[in-house]
């Protein structure tokens, strides 16, 4: 009888212990599965539990790529290109404020109003991409903007002052030179092949912290900004933290190409909030190659006013997608009229490529070579055609060119100057043809010293005309132990001044 209890009991143990083991298995199951699923749970679908190493059930829905533990390797690959540049600039002070006050003129006497405020040297920081080894390096244009002297410094402490090969406003691009060989570079890549969602990295010099990368995704792309004029908007949009210092810096995919140069950020306080904006790599490099070759960027124009498209317009149009760009204005005797384009024709396509709206159609026209021939497809009273068009140039004016990086010595003459077209030279009253008109002059500087004035025009150099950068630097050249003789037009008459190199 004994026995037998003692066996009963033995039993009951044996059982509860299963059934412990049961209830701890179905817990560790429990929690794998709800640990496991969070993700997942907020789509609305179902937690899927399934053993550890067996086959995951295959779905029609597309899966997120694992993410990836560590950028170390791809970091420590791109840093080295991108560099800290240093702009010196000189601005002047604002004037006394007691200047005519007359309790204070007793003690200034009667030059008191005439009291001129002495200029003084400022400083802005930025970022910059090596993109030869033979030390050429974009940045954005703001960054180096009426600087008199830039310095780049790169990852390894070296230090170089640059020259300003030439600066692009409407792109907001830069193009520097240092005397190096070697150098780590960055390849440009395709920005036209990046996509929304791709992970992307920003490199650059924030707040004069020192390099810095930060991590985000392609937010959106061919973003029209409205910062600035708008002539040549086609932003990357990035929630990668971009702050004042990246200017100028890197935005690089996780192959290490380059796909865009850091321009500008939105924001209410300054600081970042997630919204940014890239220069694509595919833009920036042909903005490069032309600053290189000639100083300068020339851009085509067709001569229309533009609009989006919308569902309303769309209707009215009698158009079957919400798409391309209305034409609300042509000019008189334009590319567009004399190709029979006319108010109210929406433009579908340029040159083979969708037109998705106005900003893409403005992009694409001024992207291409003046002079060129483009087949335009338009839509009028709901018949598609094509046009052919041959486009003319955007006048110089807008794609300014810096001309700071000086000829003799490496000196700095401090001006900014533009080519010369008739519709300018028509505002400034002089009759050449050709020359290069002087936009800024800053103080204290060799420009300045040798009598140059906004609105002059540089008609020739050592007896040489000139009408880009490339041929002043040559006219220059050509004399190195002397100051430059310069032949200047100044509202239609003529005068010689000398200009001298800072050493």
Do not use: C
Not at 67 to 86: E, G, H, W
Not at 158 to 178: E, N, T
Request: no cysteine; glycine share 12%; hydrophobic share 40%.
């Amino acid at each position: 009888m004994e026995n037998t209890v003692r066996r009963q009991h033995l039993s009951q143990r044996a059982r509860l212990a299963g059934m412990a083991a049961v209830l701890l298995l179905a817990g560790i199951a429990m929690g794998w599965s709800l640990s496991g699923s969070a993700v997942q749970a907020v789509g609305g679908n179902p937690p899927v539990v399934a053993a550890p190493g067996a086959a995951e059930p295959q779905s029609g829905r597309a899966t997120a790529p694992a993410a990836q533990d560590s950028y170390a390797d791809l970091v420590a690959k791109v840093a080295p290109a991108v560099v800290t540049i240093r702009a010196e600039r000189m601005a002047r002070q604002t004037a006394a404020p007691f200047a005519d006050d007359p309790f204070f003129r007793q003690f200034f006497g009667p030059d008191a109003r005439r009291m001129r405020p002495q200029p003084r040297e400022e400083g802005a920081l930025g970022s910059g991409v090596i993109v030869s080894p033979d030390g050429y390096i974009l940045t954005n244009a703001h960054v180096v903007d009426g600087a008199s002297r830039v310095s780049v410094e790169l990852t390894d402490r070296r230090s170089f002052v640059a020259k300003v090969v030439g600066a692009d406003q409407p792109s907001d691009l830069a193009v520097l030179k240092i005397d190096a060989t070697g150098l780590s570079n960055l390849p440009l890549g395709d920005a036209r092949k990046v996509r929304v969602g791709d992970v992307v990295l920003a490199i650059g010099n924030p707040l004069g912290l020192g390099q810095t990368v930060t991590m985000g995704i392609i937010s959106a792309k061919g973003r029209a900004t409205g910062v600035s004029d708008g002539s040549f908007e086609d932003f990357l949009q990035t929630d990668a933290p971009i702050n004042q210092g990246n200017s100028g810096g890197a935005l690089v995919d996780t192959r290490g190409e380059l796909v865009g140069i850091n321009s500008q950020i939105v924001s209410p306080s300054g600081g970042s909030i997630g919204i940014g904006f890239a220069v694509p790599a595919d833009m920036a490099g042909n903005v490069m190659q032309q600053l290189i070759k000639t100083g300068t960027v020339r851009r085509a124009r067709m001569g229309v006013t533009v609009q989006g498209v919308n569902s309303e317009l769309a209707k009215s149009l009698g158009l079957k997608d919400v798409r391309g760009a209305l034409v609300s204005a042509v000019e008189a005797d334009s590319p567009a009229q004399k190709a029979g384009i006319e108010r109210g024709d929406v433009i579908l396509t340029f040159n083979g490529e969708p037109v998705s709206d106005n900003n893409a159609l403005r992009n694409r026209v001024a992207g291409s070579e003046p002079g060129s021939r483009a087949a335009v497809t338009i839509v009028r009273n709901g018949r598609e055609e094509t046009r052919q068009v041959v486009l003319a140039e955007l006048p110089g004016k807008r794609a300014a060119v810096n001309e700071r990086d000086g000829g003799a010595n490496g000196g700095r003459y401090g001006m900014t100057v533009s080519p010369l077209t008739p519709d300018v030279a028509g505002q400034l009253g002089v009759r050449a043809k050709s020359g290069l008109v002087v936009e800024n002059v800053a103080p204290a500087s060799p420009a300045s010293d040798a009598g140059l004035r906004s609105g002059d025009v540089i008609v020739e150099v050592n007896n040489k005309p000139v009408s880009s950068l490339s041929q002043f630097q040559e006219a220059v050249k050509a004399n190195p132990d002397r100051p430059a003789l310069l032949l200047v037009n100044r509202q239609g008459g003529e005068l010689f001044m000398a200009l001298s190199a800072r050493g």
